[in-house]
């Protein structure tokens, strides 16, 4: 059996959303946990299964894992450094924190390779240079699918990153804080994702300098202690429905939001005439706008996000005039123009980039959700299309948003679920 959101187009949104923790710090912030050496607690965590997976992982290694709504509270008191090669362990790529936390904490730590949503290669050489060159001695059993990471010490190095990745930058971070002597992690990214495992971290003990920006500097301490840590808002939950706001609303407030955090997205937004005002950490924005194409580049941050650019492309489907969406974080990311298309999009594909022709009235059709933000584009598309839009696959939405489908109910959204048998 799998499940499928059906949505009829054309309703036109009104309300307030709430936007929940930021998915791509909780599934960072919650393998960091294991570093403690008593009980910590987040709060504001998402209902998504990427923290169920790694709640699992963490009961795997003895932690005490009790959940409550949006808090998760974990004691790894007695846990106890077992393999990580359960199914919970591909189901999401941020499994792979397990390595950083684990081999600081431990300095040895085997996991399978992780899984997540394909868009196109996505290797972890960085993550391997850095906890090599702090190091440790890194094998992988080809046939199990497992790497073993393995390290007498670790001692403080300084790492230059050839690429400013999230993921290498958080996993040398989990790595080093309890490392021996300074490390210093240069061009390191700057998501702010990145900043609240660093958070987490110093208040747990951690000593941690220049995090936000391209150089972080880390001096290593014998322990961590728990702590009490409230994750920040999702700025990718938050641009989407900014964007289905956009596309649907009449006056949509979109509550719990950073707006630094969104910035190219609302400059990007405003460029296409959508009316917005930002008060405090909400932002309401007012339907009824003629849109016009524009060119967007992703960026690393600040820049415009990888990660809005699908559900972006939808609403420019509608925008008059030609668009085009250039990526250069993942070249492959355009799985979702195939889909759209299907609903009567005119987007035409180059290398790493799309044309997107409008505007052009969509109508409803079966779509395939091919990976989480391809999921978020034919929610946006459904919500504007002529008739009823069925888009399957939708386990993949249910990684990333916190109950969509429920929140977009309360703005006026006509939109149901059922399953189907495979
Ligand atoms: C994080 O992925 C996010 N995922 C992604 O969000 C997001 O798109 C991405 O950062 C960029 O912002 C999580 O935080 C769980 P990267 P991550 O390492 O860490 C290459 C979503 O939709 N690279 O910055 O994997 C890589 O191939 C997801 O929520 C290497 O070459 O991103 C890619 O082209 C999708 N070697 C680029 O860097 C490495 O060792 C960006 O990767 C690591 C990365």
Redesign the pocket.
């Known amino acids: 059996m799998s499940e499928v959101i059906a949505i009829e187009g054309g309703h036109k949104l009104n309300g307030t959303v709430r936007i929940g923790g930021a ?3 909780t ?2 912030l919650i393998p960091a946990l294991v570093l403690s050496d008593g009980p910590v607690e987040i709060f504001g965590a998402p209902n998504i299964s ?1 923290v169920s997976a790694l709640a699992q992982l963490l009961r795997e290694l003895n932690c005490v894992v009790e959940i409550s709504g949006d808090h998760i509270k974990v004691d790894p008191t007695n846990m106890i450094n077992i393999p990580l090669e359960s199914d919970a362990v591909v189901k ?3 499994s792979y ?1 397990f390595m950083g936390a684990l081999l600081g904490k431990y300095k040895k730590v085997k996991i399978k390779m992780p899984g ?2 394909y ?11 850095g906890f090599e060159a702090l190091g440790a001695n890194i094998s992988y059993d080809e046939k199990e699918g497992s790497y073993l990471l393995e390290a007498e010490e670790l001692v403080g190095t300084s790492i230059y ?10 996993n040398i971070l989990l790595a080093a804080v309890k490392a021996k002597g300074k490390t210093v992690i240069e061009n390191a ?1 700057k ?1 702010p ?1 990145i900043i609240d495992v660093a958070n987490l971290l110093t208040k747990m003990g951690a000593k941690i300098r220049g995090v936000g920006t391209d150089t972080i500097t880390i001096d290593g301490v014998e322990n961590l202690h728990g702590t009490f840590h409230e994750i920040i808002p999702d700025r ?1 939950e938050a641009g989407t429905f900014l964007i289905i706001a956009a596309a649907m609303g009449e006056k949509v407030v979109v509550q719990n939001i950073i707006p630094q955090h969104l910035e190219a997205l609302i400059s990007k937004l405003k460029e296409m005439g959508v009316k917005m005002d930002i008060v405090g950490d909400s932002i309401v924005v007012y339907g009824g706008n003629d849109l016009k194409g524009v060119s967007v580049k992703t960026q ?2 600040p820049g415009f ?3 809005l650019q ?1 559900p972006l492309t939808a609403l420019l489907t509608q925008a008059q005039g030609e668009s085009t969406v250039k990526e250069t ?3 492959e ?1 355009f799985k979702h123009c195939e889909q759209l298309n299907k609903m009567g999009a005119h987007i035409e594909l180059g290398t790493a980039c799309s044309l997107v022709f409008g505007r052009t009235p969509l109508h409803g059709a079966r779509v395939e959700a091919t ?3 391809c999921g978020a584009a034919l929610i946006v598309a459904g919500l504007m299309a002529q008739g009823v839009t069925e888009i399957s696959n939708v386990y993949h939405i249910d ?2 948003y916190d109950n969509i489908d429920r929140k977009l109910i309360t703005l006026g959204a006509n939109i149901s679920r059922y399953e189907i048998d495979d």
């Open positions: 998915k791509n710090a599934v960072a990427d999401l790529r941020a924190y997540g949503c868009l196109g290669p996505r290797p972890i050489d960085l993550h391997l240079k990153l050839d690429f400013a990745s999230v993921g290498a930058t958080i990214a998501e994702e990718i690393i941050y996000a990888t990660d699908q974080i993942y070249v990311r990976d989480l933000r990684r990333g």
